[in-house]
């Protein structure tokens, strides 16, 4: 049955009835002035820079503040604002004694979506909706982050905690966590171009969740808690960890035609291709192309890109005219695989660096707030009669 078959709840405004728009597609629910995107034409900005150049320029702690205060920080603002952050690295004894209990078979995200919510109950200031306030909850949550994965990456590896190291960037801090070792110089800038690339991307499935819970005026807490839930799937940022999952299984480049091909002639998705917004390739994917080549090639995962590529190339000439290319999550699995993360981190890596997106978003929302509720068009039945169970 279709939506407009069926009388419907009129609009609360009196106004026409709201158009459907099944998955929202075409409509605008926000307004940001954090990134904008042109998916015909391939561009993303954040605060009018190009992507690319960001990537090639900046550091995530630099994108970052740009997002935030809309405007890149001059050299003692970057400096103040580094510190600040490093100040908030480190967690609550309580959060992790809270990683300790929770099962070492839970999948990471399953741990980061509950570990994100139980930062609420360590700070006293968690339901205060000032800008002030909120943003200083958004410093903490990008700053403790980090340690959240890493830190249960360990637990569930039998290994000891690690803290935070506070004389390192956000992805120094993290890998040294994770591995118990310094990244090298190479590595660091790997993770923290991959921070870059993630850090925001306009009206996406997990920012409108986001801004759909502050709008309630919850708190920031649980609009970072929805926000990792709804990332997870595999249609969102659950992607990379399907594509790795995907390389795996495909094995050899000779196997690459035939798996494809048949995924498509199934209708089965290809995952790490397509886009709702991006209808030609995804220009995060085209940067992080070159530089999962680089890191593939200096860490001699050569074969994982070249088969890669090959499927980029496949997938070209099978559905390209479809306006399905290569997104985002496509490269980052071949890059956070040469960089060692195990498969399931791929995500959480995601939601890492997306933590400014939704943040800023949320304070965005609450400077200009209106609760979100849009409508559903009912298509059940009417005057149905109630029957007792007895008689049922
Ligand atoms: N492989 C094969 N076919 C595809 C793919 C794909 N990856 N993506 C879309 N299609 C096909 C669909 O089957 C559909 O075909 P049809 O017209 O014959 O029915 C057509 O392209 C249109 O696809 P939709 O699902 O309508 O596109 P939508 O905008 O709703 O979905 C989405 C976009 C969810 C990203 C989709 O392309 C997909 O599922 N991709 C694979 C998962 C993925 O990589 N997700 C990460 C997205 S980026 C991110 O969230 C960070």
Redesign the pocket.
């Known amino acids: 049955m279709t939506a407009t078959a069926v009388p419907s709840t009129p609009s609360p405004s009196g106004s026409a009835k709201p158009a459907w728009d099944k998955?929202l597609?075409n409509t605008i629910a926000a307004e940001t002035e954090m990134s904008f995107i042109d998916g015909g034409k391939g561009i993303l900005e954040y605060v009018g820079i190009d992507i690319d150049s960001l990537a090639r320029n900046s550091t995530y702690e630099e994108t970052v503040f740009l997002l935030w205060n809309r405007r890149l920080p001059k050299k003692d603002e970057l400096a103040a604002f580094e510190r600040a952050l490093r100040a908030e690295y480190e967690l609550a004894p309580e959060i992790y004694n809270l990683i300790a209990t929770l099962p070492k078979s839970t999948t990471p995200m399953h741990a980061l979506r509950t570990l994100v919510s139980a930062l609420a109950t360590v700070d006293p200031t968690a339901d205060d909706h000032s800008i002030e306030g909120s943003q200083l909850k958004a410093l903490k949550l990008v700053a403790k982050t980090p340690a959240l994965i890493a830190n249960f990456d360990r637990h569930r590896s039998g290994k000891p905690f690690a803290k935070p190291d506070a004389s390192q960037n956000i992805a120094g801090s993290f890998l040294t966590m994770l591995t118990g070792q310094k990244p090298t110089d190479a590595m660091n800038r790997a993770l923290d171009v991959c921070l870059i690339l993630?850090a925001d991307?306009g009206l996406?499935?997990s920012t409108f969740a986001a801004r759909v819970t502050i709008a309630t005026l919850s708190d920031m807490y649980s609009a970072m808690t929805t926000a990792v839930g709804t990332?997870k799937g595999?249609?969102?940022?659950?992607?990379?960890e399907?594509?790795m999952v995907m390389l795996n299984e495909i094995g050899t480049i000779d196997r690459v035609d035939a798996f494809v091909k048949a995924?498509?002639a199934k209708?089965?998705?290809?995952?790490?291709?397509?886009?709702?917004?991006y209808k030609t390739t995804?220009p995060r994917a085209t940067y992080l192309k070159t530089f999962s080549k680089q890191v593939a090639t200096d860490t001699g995962n050569e074969k994982l890109y070249e088969m890669s590529r090959t499927i980029e190339d496949l997938?070209a000439a099978e559905?390209g005219s479809?306006?399905?290319w290569p997104?985002?999550?496509?490269y980052s699995a071949t890059t956070y695989h040469s960089l060692g993360l195990r498969l399931d981190l791929f995500t959480p890596m995601?939601a890492m660096s997306r933590m400014a997106g939704w943040s800023g978003h949320c304070i965005e929302q609450l400077r200009d707030n209106r609760l979100i509720r849009p409508q559903a068009s009912y298509i059940g039945p009417h005057a149905a009669k109630y029957v007792p169970i007895a008689e049922r």
């Open positions: 998955g597609a993630h991307h996406n499935a990332l595999p249609l969102h940022g659950g992607a990379n399907e594509v995924k498509l209708k089965e998705l290809v995952m790490g291709f397509g886009h709702r917004v995804d997938m559905v479809k306006g399905i997104n985002v999550d496509f995601f």
